[in-house]
């Protein structure tokens, strides 16, 4: 990235940076989280609830180990029920992080310094989370190995052509290209952090962490050209990976997956839930750890009008899907969307036009975008609305396909709550652990950003 | 005998008295400069300053595009499955994984190309000797101009380092 990092307007609320930041106070504020622990009371409690949400994942992922997945709601007609709702939210959640972070730095837009590390960190805990689901709903997960190439006796290879084996490379791939981005950017930052720390223990783990990181000219020149490349590979891996999650549905010849307009879809909804994601995680954090002079009214506003941009591009999916059943003439694909909407799980098909076709609406008026608890509501609504578009795609779609006598219904089980509800915790737990020990917003980058500014006056 | 010497080490309050001192030590002709800095100056011209990373990237990318197909292919061919009488060699499906495999590999070689052209880890270095240095990562901008520079120790390298305003001078232990 050559060129210097300006705010993109400068007035008293419009700054990316409370006035009177020097290099020594951001540097003091961001490190001093993870080293001095400020609201331990805050930490304690949010931690200890999502720890005990991670015990009754573990009972949940160990019962479902021992009994098989007949202990969740599914069964033929529906074989796919919440373990692939979450798995698609959350490598949705995951894929927005990553996409946010490479796409606002290879547009170089500045905006991106103070929200990029929690929004990578965010990927890499969501992806945890999507991929401990591709794991639990096989049926024999000790062969979970079988999709990896490799040259055995058995004389046999994955089947290429499957969009499942595609998924499997995509979010291996992505997992480890979002982990490798995120510490190349985190590099000088655990140098800041070995040598603000009081501690000799302290100084020598981030020390070894940073692995010497001295902030040599020519290191940077390099670290520099990894990360814009490393953010180049990243952005359009991303459209790969959620594509190739559209391909796992419209591959098959079900009514209401069957359609081309699924990999964009997908890659939009992914989007669309990583970035209210992104808002439901910053908000409480600023005013938490008091961090408004850093994640400033313009971030929040800037992130809010992404939020409703991909909403946008979420309502006109929906539209095309429905246009396209509807001007098929195909009387499946039509049954699929009035059943949809009037059938047995309307109610999900309201809810998610409620949270994310409506809620986002009220992102129009700068007076509500700006009130920060009307924000962090539309974003939990988003995060809601597309938990339940999965879950309407999943489990709408199976329940009524071609033959009335293969027809069913699917409840979900106290498992299939437990799992989701622990899988929730895992995020949380990993967030909070993330928070306690690394810095969350990018030090170096922050620092440039004071220069810059002290440049322009 | 006199004990071995690593290089002079000067501190810089600010980016501008830095980026000075680096130019005109440049004008009087050292060569063996090392600069440190909070974050990255781009503006800042050392000899060799320079990265190959692209190139490296590229090729790593390219070789994991012909692996990651070959990959496909071999083993499609290996273990034939005929669906629908579609073709062995059905490429079109291979496309997917090879855009994958490209990335990942693009990128964990460009990883490792980065440790090794930094020489990375390397968790001690003689800069880290001067108890200030700590704020190189935090505040202060670092110059050294290294032993076996042939301006070194003249008297007109630290004449340089004091005129742009160095905090302090110091010399710094092999």
């Known amino acids: 990235m050559n060129t210097p990092l300006k705010p993109l307007r400068s007035g008293p609320d419009e700054a990316l940076l409370a006035p009177g930041q020097t290099l020594e106070s951001v540097t003091r504020t961001i490190s001093d989280i993870p080293l001095r622990h400020p609201y331990p009371r805050f930490w304690w409690t949010g931690f200890l609830v999502a720890f005990a949400l991670v015990m009754l994942l573990l009972t949940a992922i160990a019962w479902v180990f021992t009994r098989g997945v007949g202990i969740w709601g599914v069964n033929v007609p529906i074989a796919w029920g919440f373990a692939i709702a979450n798995f698609v939210w959350w490598i949705g959640i995951g894929n927005a992080g990553t996409f946010i972070s490479a796409s606002l730095l290879l547009m170089h837009q500045p905006w991106r310094t103070s929200i990029n590390r929690l929004a990578e960190a965010m990927t890499l805990i969501a992806v945890v989370c999507a991929g401990l689901f591709t794991l639990i709903h096989l049926g024999r997960p000790e062969f979970v190995y079988w999709l990896v190439p490799y040259p055995g006796t058995t004389g046999l290879w994955p089947q290429f052509r499957s969009p499942l084996d595609w998924d499997f490379f995509a979010v291996s791939a992505y997992g480890l290209v979002s982990l490798m981005f995120w510490y190349v950017g985190l590099l000088p930052d655990l140098a800041t952090m070995r040598d603000r720390s009081g501690t000799r223990f302290k100084a020598r783990l981030y020390g070894l962490l940073s692995l010497g990181w001295r902030g040599d000219a020519r290191h940077w020149i390099h670290q520099q050209k990894l990360y814009v490349l490393l953010a180049g590979l990243a952005a359009p891996l991303v459209v790969v990976v959620h594509s190739v999650v559209g391909f796992d549905f419209a591959v098959a010849i079900l009514p209401g997956w069957h359609s081309t307009i699924f990999p964009p879809y997908f890659v939009a909804g992914a989007l669309f839930s990583g970035m209210s994601m992104v808002l439901t995680l910053i908000i409480p954090l600023r005013a938490v750890y008091k961090l408004q002079g850093l994640i400033t009214a313009r971030h929040l506003d800037l992130m809010a009008k992404v939020l409703m941009t991909t909403g946008w591009i979420m309502i006109y999916s929906y539209f095309c899907d429905g246009f396209n059943a509807w001007r098929s003439g195909n009387i499946f694909d039509r049954f699929v969307d009035v059943n949809r909407a009037i059938g047995p799980y309307a109610g999900y098909f309201w809810v998610l036009m409620a949270c994310n076709v409506i809620a986002p609406q009220f992102l129009w008026s700068s007076r509500l975008r700006r009130n920060v608890g009307v924000l962090f509501v539309v974003a939990l609504l988003v995060n809601v609305g597309m938990w339940v578009e999965r879950f309407v795609i999943v489990v709408t779609s199976l329940h009524r396909d071609f033959l009335p006598s293969s027809w069913g219904m699917y409840h979900a089980t106290f498992w299939d709550y437990a799992t989701l509800a622990g899988s929730v915790g895992l995020f949380i737990a990993l967030l909070f652990l993330f928070l306690r020990y690394l810095p969350a917003i990018s030090m170096t980058e922050v620092r440039r950003l004071v220069a810059a500014k002290e440049e322009d006056r | ?174």
Not at chain 2, 46 to 52: D, F, I, R
Not at chain 2, 75 to 100: C, D, H, K, Q
Not at chain 2, 129 to 156: E, N
Request: hydrophobic share 45%; charged share 15%; glycine share 10%.
């Open chain 2, 1 to 174: 005998m006199k004990a071995r010497v690593h290089g002079l080490l000067a501190a810089f309050a600010t980016e501008v008295s830095f980026r000075e001192a680096l130019r005109d030590l440049g004008k009087a002709g050292c060569v063996r400069v090392e600069a440190y800095t909070p974050y990255p100056v781009e503006s800042v011209v050392l000899p060799g300053a320079t990265t190959p990373l692209a190139g490296i990237m590229l090729l790593a990318g390219l070789a994991g595009t012909g692996g990651g197909f070959f990959l496909q292919w071999f083993a499609t061919r290996n273990y034939p499955l005929n669906v629908g009488g579609r073709p062995v060699n059905s490429w079109p499906a291979f496309v997917p994984i090879t855009v994958e495999l490209m990335i990942l590999t693009s990128a964990v070689i460009g990883v490792l190309a980065f440790f090794c052209l930094a020489g990375l880890p390397r968790l001690h270095h003689p800069v880290f000797s001067d108890p200030r240095f700590k704020r190189a990562s935090q505040d202060r901008f670092f110059i050294c101009v290294r032993a076996d520079d042939p301006l070194y120790p003249g008297g007109s390298v630290r004449r340089i380092l004091t005129d742009a305003h160095a905090e302090s001078i110091d010399e710094v232990p092999a």
